[in-house]
């Protein structure tokens, strides 16, 4: 809080009024209140990105558009089902799809259409995305009904890093990052 209110108003009043308990009390719930309204107003703007959602209000959002959360999700996976689904809204094309992959951590993708199919190759970090199983919920809702689509995972291969690596940046990798990496 940028001032508090029960010394700014302990300053102000009399000599007399500042020993009165009455007031100190009255002066410390008014602070209160201030204080619980402040937190309230910085969740309340904390909730308007997806990133930085509440649960209450991540709850919210999949209420109103008809998400069914996973046991298994976290709340960051949540929150990036809730930017996906409000990104999938509007006119079908590839810029939708690569809207909604992005969505995702580590979702940076190229998206085309290769010999009639959605082809979807994931390019920024390696190894598989978090919650894929949401995404694909996600495109296949997206996606027209008559349209395959195929995934690329992006994995480190031996001619990434024999003799390109150092034995410290080696140590800083972990197995999902290689093909057929699992954790």
Same mark, same amino acid.
């Given at each position: 809080?940028?001032?508090?209110?029960?010394?700014?108003?302990?300053?102000?009043?009399?000599?007399f009024? #500042?020993?009165?308990?009455?007031?100190q %009390? /009255?002066? &410390?719930?008014?602070?209160s209140?201030?204080?619980?309204? !402040?937190?309230? =107003?910085?969740?309340?703007?904390?909730?308007?990105?997806?990133?930085?959602?509440?649960?209450?209000?991540?709850?919210?959002?999949?209420?109103?558009?008809?998400?069914?959360?996973?046991?298994?999700?976290?709340?960051?996976?949540?929150?990036?089902?809730?930017?996906?689904?409000?990104r999938?809204?509007?006119?079908?094309?590839?810029?939708?799809?690569?809207?909604?992959?992005?969505?995702? #951590?580590?979702?940076?993708?190229?998206? %085309? /259409?290769? &010999?009639?199919?959605?082809?979807?190759?994931f390019?920024? !970090?390696?190894g =598989?995305?978090?919650?894929?199983?949401?995404?694909?919920?996600?495109?296949?809702?997206?996606?027209?009904?008559?349209?395959?689509?195929?995934?690329?995972?992006?994995?480190?291969?031996?001619?990434?890093?024999?003799?390109?690596?150092?034995?410290?940046?080696?140590?800083?990798?972990?197995i999902?990052?290689?093909?057929?990496?699992?954790?």
């Open positions: 809080m940028t001032t508090d209110f029960a010394t700014y108003c302990l300053k102000v009043v009399s000599k009024l #500042k020993k009165d308990v009455l007031y %009390d /009255f002066f &410390n719930a008014v602070n209140a201030l204080a619980d309204l !402040e937190n309230a =107003i910085n969740e309340l703007k904390d909730d308007f990105f997806f990133n930085t959602m509440t649960l209450d209000a991540v709850v919210f959002m999949e209420k109103l558009l008809k998400i069914t959360p996973f046991q298994s999700q976290t709340l960051e996976n949540r929150q990036d089902a809730i930017r996906a689904k409000w999938s809204s509007g006119h079908n094309s590839i810029i939708l799809i690569r809207n909604v992959c992005e969505s995702w #951590k580590r979702g940076e993708i190229e998206a %085309d /259409f290769i &010999n009639g199919k959605i082809q979807i190759k390019v920024g !970090e390696y =598989i995305p978090d919650d894929m199983t949401a995404l694909i919920n996600a495109i296949n809702e997206i996606k027209p009904a008559h349209l395959a689509y195929f995934i690329i995972y992006k994995y480190l291969l031996i001619k990434d890093i024999h003799e390109v690596k150092t034995i410290n940046q080696m140590q800083t990798l972990t999902r990052q290689f093909a057929r990496g699992e954790e």
